[in-house]
């Protein structure tokens, strides 16, 4: 978008939410509140962006992923004042340009209709043009007041509304177009002789009024894409409908959401065609999913990649990937920095913790497999457990490919186990297996005959 600079207001506490952080870096759908506006912004075309930060302002920037510039606002003496901030900035950067205003506590904007504001506000020659909704309920929004011909007049916050202004129900979105000299002209003119004793950005549109200068309104009907957050209900009830409209898009795409309500995906989340999510599924971070995988039920999945046509059952899965037509669970639990090879199977009360398992292999029950490499067409036995921890260093184990290891095996790291050896039920290994050897390392049984007689131990049946 040419000559267009955006600036974010996120400089305010945030008194609503009762919290010990600045509320725009509280999350939603896996991404803070103020990097939903940011990535609206930069999808609409727009790189000029600055964000203005005050209370807490450190955590605010840090939370900001993208490349923008900051101004600070070292008192929060309104959304005015706030602009009047970054005006040295906005001179800077685009003094004769357009600026776009949005609220960094309103992430549901998307960035067409930020292009459709824009293209309104220029083909309508407006020096200022605000964006409207109308809300059933319109408690807490600056109300839109426009004359008898039914232009806009002013902006009024509801501590300063009469009753009858209270009555109005378009509302102010926070989200403004203006020609960038008239905006800072306006700024100058604003006052703080209202109800909180604030500089209202809201009141720039009457002071370019005054000026004779040109507003207009750009009122959308989806009053859903402009809610503000100022409290944690609304932060949930945000939450809620971004939720349904990335399932929406997930499901237009070509995946199957069983019952759309009962699942939570992030936005940044990719699913693939013919994908089934089951109830329970929460998906998280910067998750990709493959085509074909069946995903759930109750399956939490965070930060990892997932080839296609896997199969993952009542599973939580953290930043690793699991690769083509691998089964997981139910009940099974992979930890950071794993990898599940093409096929393999991590079956029932299974945990992975930073180890790579070769494709086609099988640890179908009741196994641990810590600091592992694990080969190909491996067979782990009910209960085997790498034992990968002395107490003070963490040890690898090695175990090449076609090994097959009997139930209840004891793999005392470091340790390695080469290629189409067997490992036999109960042993506990602590040396090296050679290639195609077998190992057995537990105590030979003994039989004491008539142990029990002796001893009149024999049990009866009651
Ligand atoms: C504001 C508008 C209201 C509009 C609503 C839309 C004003 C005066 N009111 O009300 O008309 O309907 O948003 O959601 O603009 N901020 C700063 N510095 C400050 C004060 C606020 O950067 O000194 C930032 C906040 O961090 C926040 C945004 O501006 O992201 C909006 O502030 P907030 O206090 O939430 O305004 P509302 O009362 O919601
Ligand atoms: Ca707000």
Same mark, same amino acid.
């Given at each position: 978008?040419?000559?267009?600079?955006?600036?974010?207001?996120?400089?305010?506490?945030?008194?609503?939410?009762?919290?010990?952080?600045?509320?725009?870096?509280?999350?939603?759908?896996?991404?803070?509140?103020?990097?939903?506006?940011?990535?609206?912004?930069?999808?609409?075309?727009?790189?000029?962006?600055?964000?203005?930060?005050?209370?807490?302002?450190?955590?605010?920037?840090?939370?900001?992923?993208?490349?923008?510039?900051?101004?600070?606002?070292?008192?929060?003496?309104?959304?005015?004042?706030?602009?009047?901030?970054?005006?040295?900035?906005?001179?800077?950067?685009?003094?004769?340009?357009?600026?776009?205003?949005?609220?960094?506590?309103?992430?549901?904007?998307?960035?067409?209709?930020?292009?459709?504001?824009?293209?309104?506000?220029?083909?309508?020659?407006?020096?200022?043009?605000?964006?409207?909704?109308?809300?059933?309920?319109?408690?807490?929004?600056?109300?839109?007041?426009?004359?008898?011909?039914?232009?806009?007049?002013?902006?009024?916050?509801?501590?300063?509304?009469?009753?009858?202004?209270?009555?109005?129900?378009?509302?102010?979105?926070?989200?403004?177009?203006?020609?960038?000299?008239?905006?800072?002209?306006?700024?100058?003119?604003?006052?703080?002789?209202?109800?909180?004793?604030?500089?209202?950005?809201?009141?720039?549109?009457?002071?370019?009024?005054?000026?004779?200068?040109?507003?207009?309104?750009?009122?959308?009907?989806?009053?859903?894409?402009?809610?503000?957050?100022?409290?944690?209900?609304?932060?949930?009830?945000?939450?809620?409908?971004?939720?349904?409209?990335?399932?929406?898009?997930?499901?237009?795409?070509?995946?199957?959401?069983?019952?759309?309500?009962?699942?939570? $995906?992030?936005? @940044?989340?990719? +699913? %693939?065609?013919? *994908?089934? &999510?089951?109830?329970?599924? /929460?998906?998280? !971070?910067?998750?990709? $999913?493959?085509? @074909?995988?069946? +995903? %759930?039920?109750? *399956?939490? &999945?965070?930060?990892?990649? /997932?080839?296609? !046509?896997?199969?993952?059952?009542?599973?939580?899965?953290?930043?690793?990937?699991?690769?083509?037509?691998?089964?997981?669970?139910?009940?099974?639990?992979?930890?950071?920095?794993?990898?599940?090879?093409?096929?393999?199977?991590?079956?029932?009360?299974?945990?992975?913790?930073?180890?790579?398992?070769?494709?086609?292999?099988?640890?179908?029950?009741?196994?641990?497999?810590?600091?592992?490499?694990?080969?190909?067409?491996?067979?782990?036995?009910?209960?085997?457990?790498?034992?990968?921890?002395?107490?003070?260093?963490?040890?690898?184990?090695?175990?090449?490919?076609?090994?097959?290891?009997?139930?209840?095996?004891?793999?005392?790291?470091?340790?390695?186990?080469?290629?189409?050896?067997?490992?036999?039920?109960?042993?506990?290994?602590?040396?090296?297996?050679?290639?195609?050897?077998?190992?057995?390392?537990?105590?030979?049984?003994?039989?004491?005959?008539?142990?029990?007689?002796?001893?009149?131990?024999?049990?009866?049946?009651?």
């Amino acid at each position: 978008m040419d000559n267009v600079c955006a600036v974010i207001l996120a400089a305010g506490e945030g008194k609503r939410m009762k919290s010990k952080h600045p509320k725009v870096i509280h999350k939603l759908c896996g991404k803070p509140i103020i990097q939903h506006v940011v990535d609206s912004v930069t999808g609409a075309g727009i790189s000029d962006i600055i964000v203005v930060i005050g209370h807490k302002a450190e955590e605010v920037k840090e939370c900001v992923e993208s490349d923008v510039d900051f101004a600070l606002q070292e008192k929060q003496l309104g959304t005015g004042h706030a602009v009047m901030c970054a005006s040295d900035l906005i001179k800077e950067r685009n003094g004769n340009g357009t600026t776009l205003i949005l609220y960094g506590d309103s992430p549901l904007i998307k960035s067409e209709t930020l292009c459709s504001l824009i293209s309104y506000h220029r083909n309508n020659g407006f020096h200022g043009t605000v964006l409207t909704t109308e809300y059933d309920d319109p408690a807490g929004y600056g109300r839109v007041i426009r004359d008898s011909r039914g232009n806009v007049e002013r902006i009024v916050e509801q501590k300063d509304a009469t009753d009858e202004e209270k009555k109005v129900r378009e509302c102010n979105s926070g989200i403004y177009c203006f020609e960038t000299e008239k905006l800072l002209d306006a700024l100058k003119l604003i006052k703080n002789d209202n109800a909180q004793k604030e500089y209202y950005l809201t009141d720039v549109i009457g002071a370019m009024k005054g000026l004779g200068l040109t507003i207009g309104a750009y009122s959308i009907s989806d009053s859903t894409e402009t809610v503000g957050i100022n409290s944690r209900i609304q932060l949930a009830d945000a939450a809620s409908i971004m939720r349904r409209n990335i399932v929406n898009k997930l499901m237009l795409d070509g995946v199957t959401i069983i019952n759309p309500e009962s699942v939570y $995906i992030d936005k @940044d989340v990719s +699913i %693939g065609m013919d *994908t089934v &999510i089951y109830p329970g599924a /929460i998906i998280e !971070g910067k998750t990709t $999913i493959g085509e @074909d995988c069946i +995903i %759930g039920p109750n *399956t939490r &999945i965070v930060d990892s990649i /997932i080839e296609d !046509g896997a199969d993952i059952n009542s599973s939580v899965i953290l930043e690793s990937s699991v690769k083509a037509k691998a089964k997981i669970g139910p009940f099974a639990y992979i930890r950071p920095q794993s990898v599940i090879g093409e096929g393999a199977k991590i079956g029932d009360f299974v945990e992975v913790k930073k180890s790579v398992i070769g494709n086609g292999t099988k640890a179908s029950h009741l196994t641990y497999i810590g600091d592992a490499e694990v080969g190909k067409n491996v067979n782990f036995g009910c209960g085997t457990i790498t034992v990968n921890y002395d107490g003070n260093t963490k040890y690898k184990t090695l175990i090449g490919d076609n090994v097959f290891i009997g139930c209840n095996t004891n793999l005392v790291a470091p340790v390695k186990v080469n290629d189409n050896s067997y490992i036999a039920a109960g042993s506990t290994i602590t040396d090296e297996v050679p290639e195609g050897a077998l190992a057995i390392a537990r105590e030979r049984q003994t039989n004491k005959e008539g142990w029990a007689k002796k001893r009149n131990l024999y049990r009866k049946n009651k």
